[in-house]
Every structure is written in structure tokens, then in C-alpha cells.
Nanobody, 117 residues
Framework: QVQLVESGGGLVQPGGSLRLSCAAS????????MGWYRQAPGKERDLVAR???????NYADSVKGRFTISRDSAKNTVYLQMNSLKPEDTAVYCC???????????WGKGTLVTVSS
């Protein structure tokens, strides 16, 4: 019933930019947080950025100053502006949404970002 759909991934050269989008649909109530995680082959899934209901934004140290997370609450959509991309940013980026008093997790299927020259 609840669905998260990511878009905006692709191939970009080092130093380039991409903008990821994640749209949530379905029976959604009381969103606690929305964010982005990434996972490269052979590596663990790590938090990239998230935005909490009160407006607080958290970023991984590796992307701080380069990535910006934002939200359109009316559209239940979260964005990730990715600038100054590095090869180390190459990964599948998955959208995450946490809802309700028990903070239930929902995940998108992911969008691939490849940074290569």
C-alpha cells in the first residue's frame, strides 16, 4: 500500500551533479523522517542524509557540504541534491521513510548513481 519511488540516478563525471527524488504514496500518516541511504557492492548500507519532522537535517561526514536534502511535505517527496560528486559516491541510493509512533520503516527499490570518468 505504501510505496516509495526513487528517480534521478545515472552516470556522471567526477565533479558533476545529480538530483535524486523520492516520492511516497499510499496510506501515509505522521512521517517522522525521510532520508537517503546508499550501498556500494561489497559494502554496508550507510546513511547519506535524512530530514526529521521538525526540520533537523543530518548528513554523513563524507557528504557534508556537497549534498543537500530537502522536502516537499505537500507532495510527500524528498530530494537529494548531489554536487561535487566523487567516484566514492558510486552506489545504489535508496529512499527511506519512517512513520508513526513506532517508527515503522519503508524502503524504495533504489536508483543507481555512477560517478566515473
Amino acid at each position: 500500500q505504501v510505496q516509495l519511488v526513487e528517480s534521478g540516478g545515472g552516470l556522471v563525471q567526477p565533479g558533476g551533479s545529480l538530483r535524486l527524488s523520492c516520492a511516497a504514496s499510499g496510506s501515509i500518516f505522521s512521517i517522522y523522517a525521510m532520508g537517503w541511504y546508499r550501498q556500494a557492492p561489497g559494502k554496508e548500507r550507510d546513511l547519506v542524509a535524512r530530514i526529521i519532522s521538525g526540520g533537523t537535517r543530518n548528513y554523513a561526514d563524507s557528504v557534508k557540504g556537497r549534498f543537500t536534502i530537502s522536502r516537499d511535505s505537500a507532495k510527500n517527496t524528498v530530494y537529494l541534491q548531489m554536487n561535487s560528486l566523487k567516484p566514492e559516491d558510486t552506489a545504489v541510493y535508496c529512499c527511506n521513510m519512517v512513520v508513526g509512533t513506532f517508527r515503522e520503516d519503508y524502503w524504495g527499490k533504489g536508483t543507481l548513481v555512477t560517478v566515473s570518468s
